[in-house]
């Protein structure tokens, strides 16, 4: 029952592909061809700026459980620290580290 479902599925989507293909090639031709890597770049500006914030979240509140942890349990992970401040570290930078390896201004 499943597999006649999977398969089902599979052919709306191919069809749904082919059908729209050449509605996308008309779009692309009638368009300003100049600027056609402008959505990729913006997307990768996105999801540069986005991973930076969420990132800087996620390790402030890693920090935060790991200091909580030392505190009820009496030991410290510095490894465990270090990898968290190191990690830390590669997040809040990464966004400039791409920009300078893909040329971005």
């Known amino acids: 029952m499943t597999k006649n479902k999977l398969s089902l599925c599979l052919l709306v989507a191919v069809a749904t592909l082919i059908l729209t293909e050449p509605a996308f090639a008309q779009a692309a031709s009638t368009s300003a061809s100049s600027d056609w890597y402008e959505p990729i770049v ?3 500006e996105t999801v540069q700026t986005g991973v930076g914030k969420i990132g800087t979240i996620v390790i402030g509140v890693g920090v935060m459980f790991l200091g909580i942890w030392a505190g009820f349990t009496g030991r ?5 620290a270090g990898m968290i ?5 590669l997040v809040t930078s990464g966004p400039a580290i791409a920009s300078r390896l893909f040329g971005g201004s």
């Not at 410290?76 to 465990?80: A, F, H, L, T």
């Not at 401040?85 to 570290?89: A, E, L, N, P, R």
């Open 42 to 44: 913006s997307l990768f």
């Open 76 to 80: 410290m992970d510095w490894i465990r």
């Open 85 to 89: 401040i190191f990690g830390g570290v």
